[in-house]
C-alpha cells in the first residue's frame, strides 16, 4: 500500500509512519511543522519507502510533485492537539480541520483512496454520558476556550461522512483518547507532559481543583495498532479508540511522582480560565472496536510511563 500521513512529522504521526514501514507500505509523510518536529522522523529519512514533504495542507495538495502516482489511503493527522495550542494557534486548528481536511478529502477522491480521519474524544466534550460510546452526541461548548478544536474536529466528522455519501468515497473515523509516549512535545500542556517535567525538576506537581477529574490514558504503540486495524477494517462510522483504564488526576500524579523519584509537593491551583471546559471524566466504551477487530490495549499506565520518562530524561526539551 501507499499511504500519505498528513501530520506525519507528530507525535502519533512519526509513530504512524513508522508501524506503516514496518509492515510494507511505502509512506509519503506530509507535515508543515507548525507543532510536528523533523527529529522525530529523522531515523526514517534513509528508508527507501519513506518520503518526507514540508507541505501545509490548507493549501491545495495536486501542485506538489513528490505527491506523484498512485495512493491507496490517505490518513489525516494533521492538527496542534493540546491544550497550548488551543489558546495559541485557534484560528490554525479551525482551518486545517476544515480546509485541510476537505484537501486531503479531495486528494483521496482523485486516487481513489481511502481515507481515514484522526478525530478526537473531544467530540464528546464534558460528557453527560459515562463512559462515551460512539453513539453519544456529546456536550459541546461551541465558544469556549477548546472549542476551536472540539468543533474542528466535529466538523471534519461532518465533512468525511458527507464526502463518503457524495463521492462514494471510503472513510474511516477514529476517535482518539488520550494517547502518550515518546515523542510529546515536553511542554505541550498536556497533563502527563506537565507532570513529568515539573517532577523531573523537582518543582510542584500542579492539579487544576482537587484531582478527581479522570482521564484514560492509551500508549501510543497501543494506539497504533488499533488506528491501522481501523484503516484497514470496513467500518465506515466513528470507532473509540483509546484505553479504557480510567484515572483520576490525582493518581497519575501520584504515580509519576513514584516513577521518577522525586519529592515534589502536589499542589492544588483553581482551574485557570483557558482551562474552563475540561471534561469532568472521560473513558471510551471500545466495545465497537473489541467486538469487530479484537483490539484491546495491553501496556500499563505505569509501564508506559516509565518509557515515556525514560524519552523525556534523554531529549528532555
Given at each position: 500500500?501507499r ?8 507525535f ?19 507535515d508543515?511543522?507548525?507543532t510536528?518536529q ?16 514540508e ?13 506523484d502516482g ?9 492538527s496542534?492537539?493540546?491544550p ?12 486545517v ?17 481511502r ?18 460510546t ?35 468515497l471510503?472513510v ?10 515518546p ?7 498536556r497533563?502527563?507532559?506537565n ?23 492509551c500508549?501510543?504503540?497501543?494506539e497504533?495498532?488499533g488506528?491501522?486495524?481501523v ?7 466513528p ?20 516513577l ?8 492544588e ?7 474552563t471546559?475540561?471534561?469532568q471524566?472521560r473513558?471510551?466504551d471500545?466495545?465497537?472496536i ?18 515515556m ?9
Open positions: 500500500m499511504a500519505l500521513v498528513a501530520g506525519g512529522a507528530g502519533i504521526g512519526s509513530h504512524l509512519c513508522e508501524a506503516l514501514l514496518e509492515r510494507g507500505d511505502e509512506v509519503v509523510a506530509v508543515n511543522f507548525v510536528g523533523a527529529k522525530n522522523v529523522a531515523h526514517l529519512l534513509d528508508h527507501k519507502r519513506f518520503l518526507l514533504v507541505h501545509d495542507i490548507t493549501e491545495v495538495l495536486l501542485g506538489e510533485a513528490e505527491l498512485g495512493f491507496d489511503a490517505v490518513l489525516d493527522f494533521a496542534p492537539a493540546s497550548d495550542d488551543f489558546a495559541t494557534l485557534p484560528l490554525e486548528i479551525l482551518e480541520g476544515s480546509t485541510g481536511t476537505r484537501n486531503l478529502l479531495d486528494f483521496a477522491v482523485d486516487h481513489d483512496a481515507f481515514l480521519l484522526a478525530s478526537t474524544s473531544e467530540v464528546y466534550g464534558d460528557p453527560l454520558v459515562h463512559p462515551q460512539e453513539d453519544y452526541w456529546g456536550n459541546v461548548d461551541p465558544v469556549g476556550p477548546r472549542s476551536c478544536y472540539d468543533e474542528a474536529k466535529r466538523f471534519s466528522e461532518a465533512l468525511t461522512v458527507a464526502y463518503h455519501r457524495v463521492h462514494g471510503e474511516r473515523i477514529a476517535r482518539i483518547f488520550n494517547t502518550y509516549g515523542r510529546m512535545r515536553p511542554n505541550d500542556g497533563v502527563l507532559t507532570f513529568i517535567m515539573q517532577a523531573l525538576a523537582g518543582d510542584p506537581i500542579t492539579l487544576y481543583g482537587d484531582g478527581s477529574r479522570t482521564r484514560s490514558f500508549y501510543v504503540d497501543d497504533v495498532v488506528l491501522l486495524a484503516l484497514d477494517s470496513a467500518l465506515e462510522g470507532v473509540n479508540v483509546g484505553n479504557p483504564v480510567e484515572f483520576t488526576i490525582r493518581e497519575v500524579a501520584e504515580l509519576v511522582r513514584e521518577v523519584g522525586s519529592k515534589s509537593e502536589i499542589v491551583l483553581p482551574l485557570p480560565q483557558e482551562r471546559g475540561d471534561p471524566r473513558r471510551p471500545i466495545t465497537r473489541d467486538d469487530a477487530l479484537g483490539w484491546w490495549p495491553t501496556k500499563p499506565l505505569d509501564e508506559g510511563l516509565g518509557e520518562i525514560a524519552s523525556l530524561v534523554e531529549q528532555p526539551t
